[in-house]
């Protein structure tokens, strides 16, 4: 009955997104078997009004890259080629100890104390090649803020500054760390299909707020992945499935693909949330360090 009553008065929306990243759910497409339609319709009524909901909507959730690089990067490939492969050399003193605490501010005047990392730590997510390649020079270091897309909008956070020889500006890296997710109030599905599968990550929010691009996995003998959407007020359930699945013999490679979801209406602080896990959808890559 809470469930009935919960799709009535929120007037969820179906739409659909086909893979290879550029159709968007607005434009029309697939739009997923009933079972997943219903899966996302009870992820959705889990999620309203629970303690989940609300630990979300208090703590600190980056929707963006925890580094942001110096204007006008880069100069050249060799530049490039040194920060992709993480190859940094450090002629600077790196700070000691912080001030154990910071504070993420929103622009709606709400802040959180968060605890801070060390300028060591973000040097060294930083500089992991150490090889004998090109590398940029790190000349500087010092704690200062950059803005951040999160959960709950834009925030500024506190972050290391580096400056990095030859460039004007610094990169910056995030100096503190997301807030624990909470626990779900709907389990995970049990077994994956080509109907329902989880996925990989958020890519991108585009500036108008509305076009989302998601990582999807599929496999080697199929037609791409494709991603349902359901909106309500509060939330967005994605729901990942592969389209054009074979019977016949396949290799087992996974792949992963971008895929571009067109929203109604901006995200907002609306919560992302997976319909195969039944959890928020985190930014990046699967397990990757924020």
Same mark, same amino acid.
């Given at each position: 009955?809470?469930?009935?009553?919960?799709?009535?008065?929120?007037?969820?929306?179906?739409?659909a997104?086909?893979?290879?990243?550029d159709?968007?759910a607005?434009?029309?497409?697939?739009?997923?078997?009933?079972?997943?339609?219903?899966?996302?319709?009870?992820?959705?009524?889990a999620?309203?009004?629970?303690?989940?909901?609300?630990?979300?909507?208090?703590?600190?959730?980056?929707?963006?890259?925890?580094v942001q690089?110096p204007e006008?990067?880069f100069?050249?490939?060799?530049?490039?080629?040194a920060?992709?492969?993480?190859?940094?050399?450090l002629r600077?003193?790196?700070?000691g100890?912080?001030?154990?605490?910071?504070?993420?501010?929103?622009?709606? &005047? $709400?802040?959180? #104390?968060v605890? /801070?990392?060390?300028a060591?730590a *973000?040097? =060294?997510?930083?500089?992991?090649?150490?090889?004998?390649?090109p590398?940029?020079?790190v000349?500087?270091?010092?704690?200062?803020a950059?803005?951040?897309?999160?959960?709950?909008?834009?925030?500024?956070?506190?972050?290391?500054?580096?400056?990095?020889?030859?460039?004007?500006?610094?990169?910056?890296?995030?100096?503190v760390?997301?807030?624990?997710?909470?626990?779900?109030?709907?389990g995970?599905?049990?077994e994956?299909?080509a109907?329902?599968?989880?996925l990989?990550?958020l890519?991108?929010?585009? &500036? $108008?707020?509305? #076009?989302l691009? /998601?990582?999807a996995?599929?496999? *080697?003998? =199929?037609?791409?992945?494709?991603v349902d959407?359901?909106?309500?007020?509060s939330?967005?359930?994605?729901?990942?499935?592969?389209?054009g699945?074979?019977?016949g013999?396949c290799?087992?490679?996974?792949?992963?693909?971008?895929?571009?979801?067109?929203?109604?209406?901006?995200?907002?602080?609306?919560?992302?949330l997976?319909a195969?896990?039944?959890?928020?959808?985190?930014y990046?890559?699967?397990?990757?360090d924020?």
């Amino acid at each position: 009955m809470r469930s009935v009553k919960l799709l009535v008065t929120l007037g969820l929306i179906a739409a659909a997104a086909v893979g290879c990243g550029d159709q968007d759910a607005a434009s029309g497409g697939r739009t997923g078997d009933q079972s997943s339609r219903d899966r996302a319709r009870r992820v959705a009524a889990a999620w309203e009004g629970s303690e989940a909901a609300r630990t979300w909507r208090d703590g600190y959730y980056p929707l963006g890259a925890a580094v942001q690089l110096p204007e006008g990067a880069f100069h050249n490939d060799a530049d490039k080629r040194a920060y992709t492969t993480q190859n940094f050399e450090l002629r600077a003193s790196l700070p000691g100890a912080p001030v154990k605490r910071g504070k993420v501010r929103w622009g709606d &005047g $709400d802040s959180l #104390t968060v605890p /801070l990392t060390s300028a060591r730590a *973000a040097y =060294d997510k930083l500089g992991r090649g150490r090889n004998s390649g090109p590398a940029l020079t790190v000349t500087g270091v010092r704690l200062g803020a950059m803005t951040m897309a999160t959960s709950r909008g834009a925030a500024t956070v506190p972050a290391w500054l580096f400056t990095i020889k030859g460039y004007d500006t610094p990169l910056k890296r995030v100096a503190v760390t997301p807030s624990e997710t909470p626990h779900s109030p709907i389990g995970a599905v049990r077994e994956q299909t080509a109907e329902l599968g989880p996925l990989a990550g958020l890519e991108a929010i585009g &500036g $108008d707020g509305r #076009t989302l691009t /998601l990582r999807a996995e599929h496999g *080697a003998c =199929d037609d791409g992945p494709a991603v349902d959407v359901l909106e309500s007020g509060s939330m967005v359930v994605f729901s990942a499935s592969v389209r054009g699945t074979s019977d016949g013999p396949c290799t087992s490679e996974l792949r992963v693909e971008k895929v571009k979801v067109k929203l109604r209406r901006p995200l907002g602080d609306r919560i992302l949330l997976d319909a195969f896990t039944g959890r928020p959808v985190a930014y990046g890559r699967s397990g990757s360090d924020s």
